[in-house]
């Protein structure tokens, strides 16, 4: 059955749900079973499961026109149809306008319009699928069940059974398909919806054959076969409903006379639209194809009805001759297995000889920059391009990276950032279209534009204790933003000013000086992480206080003698007050020193000894001023 143009599919446990506005989903067989999705889906039917059945809501006032409602029911079924074309970029570009859709879903519930609410549900039935939202999915399909009950509409009590019944089949609940699906199509058959039924029955035949295997008197279900003879019945024109009714009306075995189905597709890589191949199949134990060769290309497969099939029977297909510059892989149609009332697929996969890769390098840039800031980058091809992923984070160190593969000429390509940074304005038109070409390495860059940028201005002021007129080097660093300049001399009544601009919210910035003037300690206690705002001005200060002791010199006689004698005091750094001092026993000189560096030294003499006496000052020579504050000069009388 070849599915219509605007459908798309999902793959979903053990199948393939191809979904569209019209006919129901129909769901194929696939030999490889997929986890992922048939796990969420079983999850949200398993949710709704406990959950019982919405009431109908008493009728609520609605005021949107019929004109608006059936153009939000085209805007759904435009982005049903862009699912299944794979053309939205990223899907949670489109959650806001799905939102959107539920919501007038709902709202149209309420108001008991009925027949809009169900064409809504048809568009949206696809691209809640298409999109994976299986709750929202479910949940609309059970409140337009009770809707259609409450209205006596068979037509939409069909849908939604149908629907529901192919979800439980595609998330491996076999008995609860079975319900869904018997009872759509007991319905389809009293309105007389022949393409429903063929649609519901096809599902209905693989939901019997999944219980069957389950308890152990089958072998799992392969694709079931009603393509051709649906096909078939379509094409004839009056007879068309005695067809449909004749297939419909089969009994669930169809034995060794039933016929099969092989459908071979084909891909090209990388994508050839407009190409097509010439494909023939060859069976084993009788098997017999309708017609070979036939036509394949990417967009319509070749669909052969096998006939008289014996037990365990094979089919081979391939392609003769392979495109030029193509090399193909056909491995997945050699010795297919199948068997009468089956439907089976295989892929045939033509690679371009030589096909190259080329590297997207997409940049990020603040203004003002912004150390560390990291967005999500997004890319997306024409003409068959696929990056090795189709999300990558960039900051303005580290550009985000795409490897491009499968593409044809004239391939471009486009960078998007998911989520801009807030403030921010964003310019990605550099990466709009981007041209690549094998082996090439193009660039682009996305700009972030700050809206409004901070700005502020810091004041540090400089302070000597002793009213200096040295001038000193101030820096300034912040915790974010630019500072036009930094360090800046600054003295006293002559403060250093900053600018800074681009900061973000709980900035603070730190001040701090250089190297403080020789015989001075600098005190920046006061300009520590000092926080700033926007359009604020805030100030601080530091002190540079003079390096200033006292160096006591005590004056000692042996004899007791009480005289006074006169001290002089030199240093290695740093001014003394009063250098000569006297001294006696009982008042020692006292000498004040400002002014010096580490490390200095100080030394103190006795100008004139007393008469008949000797003199030892090496106490007091030499002494570390930091460290020890006092020294004495011992004098001695003959003998």
Same mark, same amino acid.
């Given at each position: 059955?070849?599915a219509?143009?605007?459908?798309?599919?999902?793959?979903v446990g053990?199948?393939?749900?191809e979904v569209?506005?019209?006919?129901?989903?129909?769901?194929?067989?696939?030999?490889?079973?997929?986890d992922?999705?048939?796990?969420a889906?079983?999850?949200?039917?398993e949710a709704?499961a406990g959950r019982p059945?919405a009431?109908v809501?008493?009728v609520?006032q609605?005021e949107?026109?019929?004109d608006?409602v059936?153009g939000?029911?085209e805007?759904?079924?435009k982005?049903r149809?862009?699912?299944?074309?794979?053309?939205?970029?990223?899907?949670?570009?489109?959650t806001?306008?799905?939102?959107?859709?539920l919501?007038?879903?709902?709202r149209?519930?309420?108001?008991?319009?009925?027949e809009?609410?169900?064409k809504?549900?048809?568009?949206?039935?696809?691209?809640?699928?298409l999109t994976l939202?299986?709750?929202?999915?479910?949940r609309?399909?059970r409140?337009?069940?009770s809707s259609?009950e409450?209205?006596?509409?068979?037509a939409?009590q069909?849908?939604a059974h149908?629907?529901?019944?192919?979800?439980n089949?595609?998330?491996?609940?076999?008995?609860?398909?079975?319900?869904?699906?018997?009872e759509?199509?007991?319905?389809?058959?009293?309105?007389?919806?022949?393409?429903g039924?063929?649609?519901?029955?096809?599902?209905?035949?693989?939901?019997?054959?999944d219980?069957l295997?389950r308890?152990?008197?089958g072998r799992?279900p392969r694709r079931l076969?009603?393509?051709?003879?649906i096909?078939a019945?379509?094409?004839?024109?009056g007879g068309?409903?005695?067809?449909?009714?004749?297939?419909?009306?089969?009994?669930?075995?169809?034995g060794?006379h039933?016929p099969a +189905? #092989? @459908?071979?597709r084909? &891909?090209?890589?990388p994508n050839?639209?407009? !190409?097509s /191949? =010439?494909? $023939? *199949?060859?069976c084993t134990n009788?098997g017999r194809?309708?017609?070979?060769?036939?036509t394949?290309s990417?967009?319509a497969p070749a669909?052969?009805?096998i006939?008289?099939?014996?037990?365990d029977?094979?089919?081979t297909?391939?392609?003769?001759?392979?495109p030029?510059?193509?090399?193909?892989?056909?491995?997945?149609?050699r010795?297919?297995?199948?068997?009468?009332g089956?439907s089976?697929?295989c892929?045939i996969?033509n690679?371009?000889?030589g096909?190259?890769?080329a +590297? #997207? @390098?997409v940049?990020k &840039?603040f203004v003002?920059d912004?150390?560390? !800031?990291? /967005? =999500?980058? $997004? *890319?997306?091809c024409t003409?068959g391009?696929?990056p090795?992923?189709?999300q990558k984070?960039?900051?303005?160190?580290?550009?985000a990276?795409f490897?491009?593969?499968?593409f044809g000429k004239?391939a471009?390509?486009t960078?998007?950032?998911?989520s801009v940074?807030s403030g921010?304005a964003p310019n990605?038109?550099?990466?709009?279209?981007?041209a690549?070409?094998r082996?090439?390495?193009?660039?682009?860059r996305?700009?972030?534009t700050r809206?409004?940028?901070?700005?502020a201005t810091?004041?540090?002021?400089?302070d000597?204790?002793d009213?200096s007129?040295?001038?000193?080097?101030?820096?300034?660093?912040?915790?974010?933003?630019?500072?036009?300049?930094?360090?800046?001399?600054?003295a006293?009544?002559?403060?250093?000013?900053?600018s800074?601009?681009?900061?973000?919210?709980g900035?603070t910035?730190?001040?701090?000086?250089?190297t403080?003037p020789?015989?001075?300690?600098?005190?920046d206690?006061?300009?520590r992480r000092?926080?700033i705002a926007?359009?604020?001005?805030?100030?601080?200060t530091?002190?540079?206080?003079?390096?200033t002791?006292t160096?006591?010199?005590?004056?000692?006689?042996?004899?007791g003698?009480?005289?006074?004698?006169?001290?002089?005091?030199?240093?290695s750094?740093?001014s003394?007050?009063d250098s000569?001092?006297?001294?006696?026993?009982?008042s020692p000189?006292?000498?004040?020193?400002?002014?010096?560096?580490?490390?200095?030294?100080c030394?103190?003499t006795e100008n004139?000894?007393p008469?008949?006496y000797?003199?030892?000052?090496s106490?007091?020579?030499?002494?570390?001023l930091?460290?020890r504050g006092e020294?004495?000069i011992?004098n001695?009388p003959?003998?």
């Amino acid at each position: 059955m070849t599915a219509p143009a605007d459908s798309g599919s999902v793959r979903v446990g053990a199948y393939s749900l191809e979904v569209a506005t019209l006919g129901g989903s129909f769901a194929q067989f696939e030999p490889e079973p997929e986890d992922e999705n048939a796990g969420a889906l079983e999850a949200a039917l398993e949710a709704e499961a406990g959950r019982p059945q919405a009431a109908v809501a008493a009728v609520e006032q609605f005021e949107e026109t019929a004109d608006a409602v059936t153009g939000r029911i085209e805007q759904a079924d435009k982005l049903r149809r862009a699912a299944a074309a794979g053309d939205l970029l990223r899907l949670d570009n489109v959650t806001g306008e799905i939102d959107g859709l539920l919501d007038l879903f709902a709202r149209l519930d309420k108001a008991g319009r009925f027949e809009e609410e169900l064409k809504l549900m048809r568009s949206l039935n696809g691209l809640l699928a298409l999109t994976l939202r299986w709750l929202d999915l479910i949940r609309s399909l059970r409140s337009l069940l009770s809707s259609a009950e409450a209205a006596g509409h068979a037509a939409g009590q069909a849908f939604a059974h149908h629907e529901l019944g192919s979800l439980n089949l595609c998330a491996g609940r076999a008995q609860e398909a079975s319900e869904h699906l018997r009872e759509a199509f007991r319905l389809e058959s009293q309105i007389g919806d022949l393409a429903g039924q063929c649609a519901t029955r096809h599902n209905l035949d693989s939901a019997r054959r999944d219980a069957l295997a389950r308890r152990g008197w089958g072998r799992r279900p392969r694709r079931l076969l009603r393509s051709a003879v649906i096909a078939a019945a379509f094409l004839l024109g009056g007879g068309g409903g005695t067809a449909l009714a004749l297939v419909i009306g089969r009994n669930d075995g169809g034995g060794d006379h039933s016929p099969a +189905t #092989l @459908i071979v597709r084909k &891909d090209f890589v990388p994508n050839a639209p407009a !190409a097509s /191949v =010439t494909i $023939s *199949v060859t069976c084993t134990n009788g098997g017999r194809p309708d017609k070979s060769p036939k036509t394949a290309s990417e967009a319509a497969p070749a669909v052969f009805t096998i006939t008289h099939l014996g037990n365990d029977a094979t089919c081979t297909a391939g392609e003769r001759p392979s495109p030029a510059g193509y090399t193909a892989t056909a491995r997945g149609c050699r010795d297919v297995s199948i068997a009468a009332g089956e439907s089976r697929s295989c892929t045939i996969t033509n690679r371009r000889k030589g096909v190259g890769s080329a +590297t #997207l @390098i997409v940049r990020k &840039d603040f203004v003002p920059d912004v150390r560390g !800031a990291s /967005v =999500t980058v $997004s *890319v997306s091809c024409t003409n068959g391009g696929r990056p090795d992923k189709p999300q990558k984070a960039a900051t303005e160190a580290a550009p985000a990276v795409f490897k491009i593969t499968r593409f044809g000429k004239r391939a471009t390509c486009t960078a998007s950032e998911g989520s801009v940074p807030s403030g921010y304005a964003p310019n990605a038109r550099d990466c709009q279209q981007v041209a690549i070409s094998r082996g090439a390495s193009p660039s682009c860059r996305i700009i972030n534009t700050r809206a409004s940028v901070s700005s502020a201005t810091f004041t540090v002021t400089k302070d000597f204790s002793d009213d200096s007129t040295l001038k000193v080097s101030i820096g300034l660093s912040c915790d974010s933003g630019t500072v036009a300049e930094t360090p800046v001399p600054a003295a006293e009544g002559v403060p250093a000013t900053f600018s800074i601009t681009g900061f973000g919210s709980g900035t603070t910035c730190t001040a701090t000086e250089g190297t403080p003037p020789p015989g001075y300690k600098a005190d920046d206690v006061d300009c520590r992480r000092v926080a700033i705002a926007d359009r604020t001005s805030p100030s601080c200060t530091i002190v540079d206080t003079l390096n200033t002791t006292t160096l006591t010199v005590h004056k000692e006689f042996t004899d007791g003698n009480t005289s006074t004698v006169s001290i002089s005091l030199t240093c290695s750094s740093g001014s003394i007050d009063d250098s000569t001092q006297t001294a006696s026993p009982s008042s020692p000189a006292n000498f004040t020193i400002t002014g010096f560096v580490a490390g200095v030294t100080c030394s103190a003499t006795e100008n004139k000894l007393p008469s008949g006496y000797s003199g030892d000052a090496s106490d007091c020579q030499d002494v570390p001023l930091v460290s020890r504050g006092e020294c004495t000069i011992v004098n001695s009388p003959p003998g």
